[in-house]
């Protein structure tokens, strides 16, 4: 199993709601990260967690709240969003962080709509 | 810090052309290179990499050299196809800013029939 999983496929919210993604892999990584990515550019780095720990937070407003529950589950629990918070949320995987040779495992993302 | 320039899009090609894509990057020390694909409505996945200088990845009929002395991971294929048709992305990841990847702008590519 090589997938990277991610649910809904597809999320509308409003701005006083609260909602979560979710990401699973069963490669064995102990690396996960979320990324955010807007239409037509790349995909920008939101947090990492390594070994089930938070390493990485790239200055991510509070409003986004992660979470990962074990070593194959990645949460983002989402509250009062913004409507310029509407992107593809990317989930990702690797062996361990990236580092000289680690390759990123991506799932299709979820599709956020904030009205 | 570490840096990635892409070659502006978007390109169109005829199917069957030969496909360049330039890419050169900024990194202390030595990183390994990739290149990702984006499929309309989907995820990136890993299209090649290479981890040291004249290392060559390839996959698909894609390839892409390492090259230190011009700093560059150009992208090619001999002959396109429709299918080939999505957003291509340059990035680097080095030992000196572990758990980032550093992506290009990427690149959009449309094959016609």
């Known amino acids: 199993d090589t997938e990277v999983t991610q649910t809904p496929k597809h999320l509308v919210m409003g701005m006083t709601n609260k909602k979560s993604l979710k990401c699973e892999q069963h490669m064995g990584h102990r690396a996960m990260y979320w990324y955010k990515q807007k239409a037509k550019k790349p995909p920008e780095l939101m947090f990492v967690y390594s070994y089930e720990k938070l390493s990485i937070n790239e200055s991510v407003p509070s409003r986004f709240s992660p979470e990962c529950p074990n070593s194959s589950l990645l949460n983002l629990h989402l509250h009062a969003l913004q409507p310029e918070d509407s992107a593809l949320y990317l989930c990702?995987?690797?062996?361990?962080?990236?580092?000289?040779?680690?390759?990123?495992?991506f799932g299709s993302g979820t599709q956020l709509s904030v009205l | 810090g570490d840096s990635v320039t892409q070659m502006e899009g978007p390109v169109t090609l005829s199917e069957e052309a030969f496909l360049t894509i330039n890419c050169t990057y900024t990194?202390?020390?030595?990183?390994?290179l990739f290149w990702y694909v984006q499929y309309p409505g989907e995820g990136l996945q890993l299209l090649l990499k290479?981890?040291?200088?004249?290392d060559k990845g390839s996959n698909k009929g894609f390839e892409a050299t390492y090259r230190k002395e011009t700093t560059s991971f150009h992208l090619e294929k001999g002959s396109v196809q429709v299918s080939d048709s999505a957003v291509y992305f340059c990035a680097l990841s080095g030992n000196t800013n572990a758990g980032k990847s550093t992506f290009g702008d990427g690149t959009t590519l449309t094959v016609k029939p």
């Open positions: 990194a202390t020390g030595y990183p390994s």
């Open positions: 990702a995987s690797s062996r361990g962080q990236t580092g000289s040779n680690e390759k990123l495992f």
């Open positions: 290479a981890t040291k200088a004249d």
